[in-house]
């Protein structure tokens, strides 16, 4: 094991939990405000993915693509809490878990049903293509030390937004007292719309940059779904900050846990079988990490003051 | 007897009588879906222990149902194959054996998911439980041993003393048999001290802890007996599919468990088995239209969920009384 390759990994986890910080600021930020546990936020990564791949290879770039996805994933999401979503505020868990897998089932036969059963691929836009040298030798795409870049920016515009602005003021009001602030008149129906499209529009741009490292295809946003929903139960349900901070927590330890693992077993046991139970170990890693965290603060690391 | 009583009975009865009928019409086919309804029901019926009595809504139960299927799966491969599973101990091919380990197994992995799950409330507590259900999955799909991501198939189907167990209706039998048991333990745990205090536990939490009685150790029985309940049905599909997968831990299972509850009535005696019925019926039905019958089946879900809330009981026998 040399520290390049070390590096490189811990890049690579970083990577992963900014992608999985916009997936789970969105699903955090719904339940926050509004509520709401929306299973159906892995559809609108999906959606954006798609909508990106189908974007950029009509018109032939990916940046184009990349506003695509923005646009579709807020609409779609937009579209969505007006029709259904909207009915459910009131409801237990229950109705709010089932509604929203109903919507899965649609979304992933709807976009089967748009674009066939085989994944389509969208290429590295030109300007971020090639790899950089890392300290230690060893070359790293250029791509994703952007995805960490791009993370980074949204991260810090979505605190922004949230802590500066008129609109930030209103999210933060909702979640502390829905009641008083449509009270006050902010037209509080308007606002739970726009803060479920902000939602959207986070996964659907999550689901754009990955889809050029995978291929795009149904199904993508349920594993990134459930890793978004470790993170937010790890970090506190409706925290921004602790989606931050369990994402990169998740990311970094999933990534390094797949990575080291199998070599800390390969110190008790023969290669192959190390290989095998490290595997397999490394796969459960952030659940076990998870569980750990719950069994010592049932409510995450960073509860938010209701819910 | 009352109207929910008589369209229990009639479910019950229909659900006999068509793979009788289909038996004699020479079409197996309809025995197996007969046989899956069945199965179907009494998993949904143990997630109804906890979902409908308890108020938990576990979105994990797949983890069960799959502990279930890779019990009846790996004892018959090692029964198979002559191999020594574990200290010395070797496979069986008898399925009351195979039950028995799939119950116990699926009530200590309850135990160990509801010891820490249960812990948290709410939201919390429907994450919690679909996450170590993935983990579950994972450790089973990154397991190469037996079958890792492909599966594992049973060759033979497991035997049963005096039941030609690879006959279609032979094996039907026994399903319905179970499922009336489980419906039966339902009913008598619904109607017992533990019952009553697991409803109250959903209905008001510091009233029973105010009576003496702590709200923890009930729910956590209560899931643990719920997970037993889906474990055994897990290990009677994989007899039906003579194959166990990942797919069977996978978090779609869970949620269409969960569905068929709140298809067929939550909390209600037979609407485990009413969801299940028309859940199956639905799958072949607009799977023999379209390719597209997820779409659909979303849809019609969708529709229950927002406006006919209570499911098929719901519509057929009226509301549920509070219990």
Known sequence: MTVALALEQLLNGLQLGVMLFLMAAGLTLIFGVMGLINLAHGSLYMVGAFACAAVAAWTGSFWIGLIASLVAAAAAGAIVELVVIRRLYDRDHLDQVLATFALILMFSEGTRWLFGSFPLYLDIPPLLQGAVTLPGGTQYPVYRLAIIAAGAIVAIGLYMLISKTRLGMRIRAGESDREMIGALGVDIRTLYTVVFALGAALAGFAGAMVGALQSVQVGMGEPVLILAFVVIVIGGIGSIKGALLGALLVGVTDTMGRFLLPQIFAFFAPPAQAGMIGGAVASMLIYIVMAVILAVKPRGLFPAAHA | ?323
């Open chain 2, 1 to 323: 007897m009352n109207r929910e009583n008589l369209v229990n009975f009639i479910l019950a009865v229909l659900l006999l009588a068509v793979p009788f009928a289909a038996n004699m019409a020479g079409q197996p086919f309809y025995v197996t879906l007969a046989t899956r309804v069945a199965i179907l029901a009494l998993a949904a019926t143990g997630l109804n222990l906890a979902l409908g009595l308890g108020g938990l809504v576990s979105f994990g139960h797949a983890a069960f149902f799959g502990i279930g299927g890779y019990v009846a799966g790996i004892l018959a491969t090692h029964s198979f194959s002559g191999e020594p599973l574990l200290f010395g101990l070797s496979g069986t091919n008898q399925m009351w054996v195979i039950w028995i380990v799939a119950v116990l197994l699926a009530g200590l992995l309850g135990l160990a998911i509801g010891a820490i799950s249960l812990r948290t409330s709410g939201v919390y507590f429907i994450m919690i439980t679909l996450a170590f259900a993935q983990m579950v999955y994972y450790f089973a799909v990154s397991w190469p041993a037996y079958g890792g991501e492909d599966g594992l198939s049973i060759l033979v189907r497991n035997q049963f003393p005096g039941v030609m167990t690879m006959r279609p209706l032979g094996f039907f039998l026994i399903c319905y048999v179970v499922l009336l048991v489980g419906i039966g333990l339902f009913a008598l745990i619904r109607a017992s001290r533990f019952g009553n205090a697991l409803q109250a536990a959903r209905q008001n939490e510091v009233r029973v802890a105010t009576v003496g009685i702590q709200p923890y150790r009930i729910r956590l029985t209560g899931f643990a007996i719920s997970a037993m309940m889906t474990g055994l049905a897990g290990a009677l599909f994989a007899d039906l599919n003579r194959f166990v997968s990942p797919s069977m831990l996978s978090w779609h299972m869970s949620g269409e468990l969960i569905v068929l509850i709140v298809l067929g009535g939550t909390g209600r005696l037979f609407g485990p088995l009413a969801g299940a019925a028309l859940y199956v019926a639905f799958e072949y039905a607009l799977g023999g239209i379209t390719e597209r019958w997820q779409f659909f089946l979303g849809l019609i879900l969708l529709v229950v969920v927002l406006f006919a809330r209570g499911g098929l009981l719901g519509l057929l026998a009226g509301k549920a009384r509070h219990g």
